[in-house]
């Protein structure tokens, strides 16, 4: 953020771009949902599930809606599911973190516009355990566009493949020689395509605190959603939300620890 900005320009532009975010999270969450049941995912306007009733600014407001609806719908009553509003509160914080620790760069944008690829994915393989390959494509296409905005644009391209062959190959092996040893599926396919997309970004070593922390979040996950998934458990939320950490914070937790020894 220039430092010629005043206080009060500035939390008004953090303002701004919290509830850009919530608006864009808003709208992936619903068309995550209608990707999932097979509908138009750009077409037709907005309507609670529940009723059928077509839906109007007021009850489609991120956030506040939800509250001053109380997570109701206003016309038939039924439950708004709480991650509408989960989802909502972290596209804004995400894109608020985001622009305090790039400012206003080329990577702030290409780290906002991987936040809706992100967010599908998370939703998506969490309702069906399928991850689109189109978003997946969508990741690496962003990669691509953005790595002449580098200050080294060979230097980040050489990382990314790196990252990208080490998550995504590297992660195909262990899942081949896995599913020899358990005698069944380990990883799905998609999460392999999908950790060598965001292993672009990474590039190897914050890719590995990536890699470390997914499995982390993917277990605690795992053990929380066991019951009622008959042991599958989606793997996509926890690479994603693993990812974001890694970008924004991979780097300080890699020089901090690498300053343990020296
Ligand atoms: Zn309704």
Not at 13 to 22: D, M, R, S
Not at 176 to 189: A, F, P, W, Y
Request: proline content about 4%; aromatic content about 12%; some cysteine.
């Amino acid at each position: 953020m220039p430092t010629e900005f005043s206080i009060g320009l500035q939390i008004y532009i953090y303002i701004l771009v919290f509830l850009f975010g919530a608006c864009l999270a808003s709208f992936i969450t619903c068309a995550a949902d209608r990707y999932v049941l097979k509908q138009s995912v750009l077409k037709g306007r907005s309507y609670c599930p529940a009723c059928g009733h077509k839906l109007g600014i007021l009850d489609l407001f991120p956030i506040f809606s939800f509250i001053f609806l109380r997570g109701k719908c206003r016309y038939c009553g039924a439950k708004i599911p709480a991650r509408c509003l989960i989802c909502e509160l972290l596209g804004g914080a995400v894109y608020v973190l985001i622009l305090l620790k790039f400012g206003f760069s080329f990577q702030s944008l290409e780290l906002a516009l991987l936040v809706p690829a992100l967010l599908g994915i998370s939703l998506i393989d969490y309702d069906s355990f399928e991850i689109p390959n189109g978003l997946v494509i969508y990741c690496a296409v962003l990669f691509a566009a953005f790595v002449a905005s580098y200050a080294d644009p060979l230097k980040r391209l050489i990382y990314g493949l790196i990252g990208g062959a080490a998550f995504g190959v590297g992660t195909l092996i262990i899942a081949l020689i896995m599913d020899k040893v358990l005698k069944r599926d380990s990883l799905g396919g998609g999460d392999i395509k999908l950790l060598g997309a965001v292993g672009l970004f990474t590039g190897p070593w914050r890719g590995l605190f990536m890699l470390i922390l997914a499995c982390i979040i993917g277990l605690v996950f795992g053990l929380i959603t066991q019951k009622k998934s008959n042991g599958q458990f989606p793997f996509g939320p926890a690479i994603c939300i693993a990812t974001y950490i890694a970008l924004l914070v991979g780097q300080d937790v890699i020089d901090l620890y690498l300053s343990l020894f020296v």
